[in-house]
């Protein structure tokens, strides 16, 4: 089953791919959006979910998104129809690791995308030259709130606790003006709408040639979830400036 498709399925009632409450997207954006006019840029941005909802609460911004999933750049398009803020959107389908622009950006986001640049401190590299002066970057990325098992590690990677991942980031020149720790609510419900979500697709369509497959993602994932890495996953968003601008 092509993963694509598996992503669109799971997240179509939790469009954020990422465990964050609308309530908490809203906030995040509004600590990183702070001139009337600000250009954004999103590194892996999927379905563009974070720029049109920005796009949408602030009309004077203007925002590029860049992912290389082509269906999920056309998902995003529609979005942006359907909100009318296509004409301040341009997406790219390019390595958001190797992007470069003739732009600098007043907020760069990259939130559960670190993984394509090589970790935290490698996507804060990536950012550094995209920044405007006095621009902000918004990161998720993995913590882990309890000590894991080495199976939660394979499976999740080598994430560190949120004391250790702030310190890392203030050491490599970046100041922490906001943050977000997900909620166990948060979390739960992310798991729960990508497992279920994709599961009441296949219990709907029980004829598709998919639907078994599907089925069988969603279970995998669940029990992968509570049975290895829900005693010890968290997220964390940070809104970081450069300590030196």
């Known amino acids: 089953m092509d993963h694509d498709l598996i992503s669109r399925l799971a997240h179509a009632d939790h469009p954020i791919a990422a465990p964050v409450s609308d309530d908490s997207v809203h906030r995040l954006l509004r600590r990183g959006i702070h001139r009337a006019d600000a250009r954004l840029l999103d590194l892996g941005c999927g379905t563009a979910e974070w720029l049109v909802r920005a796009l949408s ?5 203007r925002a590029d998104g ?41 907020l760069v986001l990259s939130v559960g995308a670190t993984h394509a640049f090589g ?15 006095g621009g902000r970057v918004l990161v998720g990325e993995g913590i882990w709130e309890r000590e894991p098992s080495q199976e939660a590690i394979k499976m999740l990677g080598e994430f560190a606790d949120l004391r250790t991942t702030v310190d890392r980031v203030a050491a490599d020149g970046w100041t922490p003006v906001h943050g977000h720790v997900s ?18 697709w296949a219990l709907d369509h029980p ?8 089925l069988s993602t969603a279970a995998e994932h669940r029990d992968e979830w509570l049975r290895v890495y829900r005693d010890a996953f968290g997220f964390a968003c940070l809104v970081l400036r450069r300590t030196a601008d």
Do not use: I
């Open 119 to 133: 970790g935290l401190l490698p996507t804060l590299a990536a950012v550094r030259p995209l920044l405007a002066p």
């Open 183 to 200: 909620t166990r609510q948060e979390l739960d419900d992310y798991e729960w709408s990508w497992t279920g979500s994709l599961a009441s």
């Open 207 to 214: 004829d598709d040639p998919d639907a078994e497959e599907a």
């Open 57 to 61: 609460a602030y009309p004077g911004v």
């Open 66 to 106: 860049v992912d290389l999933s082509e269906g999920a750049l056309a998902r995003a398009g529609e979005r942006a129809a359907q909100l009318a803020v296509q004409d301040r959107l341009t997406l790219h389908r390019k390595d958001a690791a190797v992007f470069r622009s003739a732009h600098s950006y007043d």
